[in-house]
């Protein structure tokens, strides 16, 4: 269980930091409830951007069905969850 529990915060920090890089905003703006068109910067330019840089930190390919799914921070966090675990 603990190392469910790491492997939550591993993610939810990577997560966190690639929110940060490729949207340019503070981590504090950061939070669960963040959603996509939510703050200027996530707009469908770096929506993309943002797919490229999850693909290519975590070895994963995403679908259009994933790409869709991809709506808050919380709903990518569980997507990447699902897929690094399966």
Do not use: N
């Not at 591993?10 to 690639?18: F, N, S, V, Y």
């Not at 707009?43 to 994963?60: C, K, Y």
């Not at 390919?61 to 399966?86: G, K, N, P, Q, Y």
């Amino acid at each position: 269980m603990r190392e469910v529990v790491q492997m939550g915060q591993e993610l939810e920090a990577k997560l966190r930091d690639i929110f940060v890089a490729e949207l340019g905003i503070e981590s504090a703006e950061i939070s669960p409830g963040l959603q996509y068109g939510a703050v200027p910067e996530w707009d469908s330019v770096a929506h993309m951007h943002l797919v490229a840089a999850l693909e290519e930190a975590f070895d994963i390919s995403l679908s259009d069905d994933d790409i869709s799914r991809m709506t808050s921070f919380s709903e990518i966090e569980d997507l990447l969850s699902d897929r690094l675990v399966a």
